[in-house]
């Protein structure tokens, strides 16, 4: 029998696992009566450094769901806020885990660290990127009647930003963490630009001195407002029912700052032009 919820708490927990894993040939994926494994009580509950990773080397399912549809981020999310849990979440992250799934009561597991205030591991899954999109979603991207326009825009307000002299180029992605579309376009637009570097077609700089940031909406001003001095930031995606907000807020943070801010909006209907 492998450690329970309240096994957890104990120094060396990880290492009896390691025992009962090799030595007595337990089950890592052993569930209890209420579905919950090895790994979720561990996510939830240790303050070990090792067992997150020893049990998923041992051959854990991250993806398991317990009965009440929660996985083992889930339980990291909501309960753990050790200074090891941040640790704990970019293990599961790494191992297949999607901080958007959500369980029985429709919570993910980024909403539940959001609810529980959890200063350890929401930093970790706001930062969290889905995997890149496959060929043929964005295919279908670079197939929209915008898409081109677009992309034009921004190729030419980030040479611009270089032919100007700036030391770096910020391209914030302005998006919820399940906005899957904007997800994808923002894949596309990224290795358009990161083409066209390799290609020689973009001059002024490379592709190295534009780094990428995708952020909520509610996190982008406090984005803008710690970029150093001489970095030009391209705002370059924003859902049309929240851009309005956001490009006044940027209008007055430039004003203040100086016009470090361009603004390509990823619009599908009466698309923004760089502002």
Known sequence: MLPTKAEWDKPGVAAEVRKRVEDDGADVNEAGPDGRTVLMNAAAFSADPEAISYIL???AKPLVVDSAGK???HHCAHSNTGKIAASYAASLLKAGCDPRTKDAA???ALEAAKKRKNAAVLPVLEAWQPPPPDDATLASVRATSWYNNWTNAVFLAVDKAFDADAATVD?????DGDDEAAHNELSALMLYLEAAYKSGTMGGGTFRQCSQAR?????VVGKLSKLEEEVHALVVYCAPGKRDGIAKKIAKYNEKCGSRIAVAWAAKEDPYPIE
């Open 171 to 175: 391209i914030v992605g302005i998006l």
């Open 71 to 73: 996985t083992a981020l």
């Open 215 to 219: 952020v909520p909406h509610a996190a």
């Open 106 to 108: 429709g919570i993910s």
């Open 57 to 59: 080397l041992a051959g």
